[in-house]
């Protein structure tokens, strides 16, 4: 058996793709979700990043089931969008919780193992627009910018144990995030993208395999946006 690797939100969209380009890579995938129902092909735990309880859960059944957890993908997230004047509190909090706090404490509780194996992989899956900003996103631009900073300092503390931890900036890609923009805002988004097209699930998770294969790339964030956020 390969590695074990955990990506959240495995079960659909970018997460997917990610997971079955990691186990074709040898590696042994576990996918975490609310549902905790397993694509085809996948094993997978029931893991709410909210709640630091299933976390906690999801981890314990994992090292049980197939052994400590050497690469992480934290790339379960939300959105809530709406202008801040009318955001609701649970719109804020939520979006946090999840996409922020959910992936510092999955990176807390997956430094056991690394730690203890002096070898490790985290990467947090971002967004252009943590860089960019984005008007009817404060709430999901402030959580991805937070994993830059969350990452870049836990790069530095646990760098010499031979863990890096990086961070992958997607422009938009067709996923189910994405199908609920109407033809007027995709040919907004299109229209400042120099590749001019969206992204495939599989493209970003070519580049989350790069970054689990490179051993020394470290506080790193990697665009893959087909130009949009350029020079950000
Ligand atoms: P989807 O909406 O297609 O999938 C989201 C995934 O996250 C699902 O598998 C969902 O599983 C899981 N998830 C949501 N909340 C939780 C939770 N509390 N605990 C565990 N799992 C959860 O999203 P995408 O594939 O489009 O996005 C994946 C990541 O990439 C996200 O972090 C997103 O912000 C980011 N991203 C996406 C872009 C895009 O254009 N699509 C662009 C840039 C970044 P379930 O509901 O079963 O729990």
Redesign the pocket.
């Known amino acids: 058996m390969g590695q074990v690797a955990l990506v ?9 793709a990610t997971a079955q380009r990691l186990r074709d890579g040898g590696y042994t995938v576990v996918v ?4 905790g ?1 397993a694509p085809d092909g996948l094993d997978a735990v029931r ?5 630091p309880a299933s976390i906690e859960a999801g981890f314990a059944e994992i090292e049980e089931r197939f052994g400590p957890v050497l690469v992480l993908v934290a ?5 809530r969008d709406g202008l801040l004047m009318r955001m609701s509190d649970e719109d804020i909090d939520d979006v946090l919780a ?2 922020l706090a ?1 992936s510092i404490r999955l990176a807390r509780r997956a430094l056991k193992g690394m730690i203890r194996a002096r070898s490790g992989r985290i990467v947090f ?5 943590g860089m960019l900003g984005s008007g009817g996103q404060v709430n ?1 631009a402030a959580s ?1 910018a937070g994993l830059i900073g969350a990452a870049r300092s836990l790069a530095r503390e646990v760098g010499s144990r031979g863990i890096t931890v990086n961070v992958l ?10 199908a609920v923009l109407d033809d007027a805002q995709r040919s907004a988004i299109l229209g400042q993208i120099p590749l001019a097209r ?2 495939q ?1 599989a493209e ?1 998770a070519d580049s989350v395999a790069f970054l689990v294969g490179a051993g020394y790339v470290t506080g790193a964030v990697l665009p893959i946006d087909g130009g949009l956020g350029m020079g950000h």
């Open positions: 959240t939100g495995g079960n659909r969209g970018i997460g997917l975490g979700s609310r549902s129902e893991l709410d990043v909210s709640d790339n379960a997230g939300i959105t999840t996409n959910g899956v971002s967004s252009v627009v999901y991805k900036a997607p422009g938009f890609v067709e996923t189910d995030m994405t969206y992204a699930s970003i």
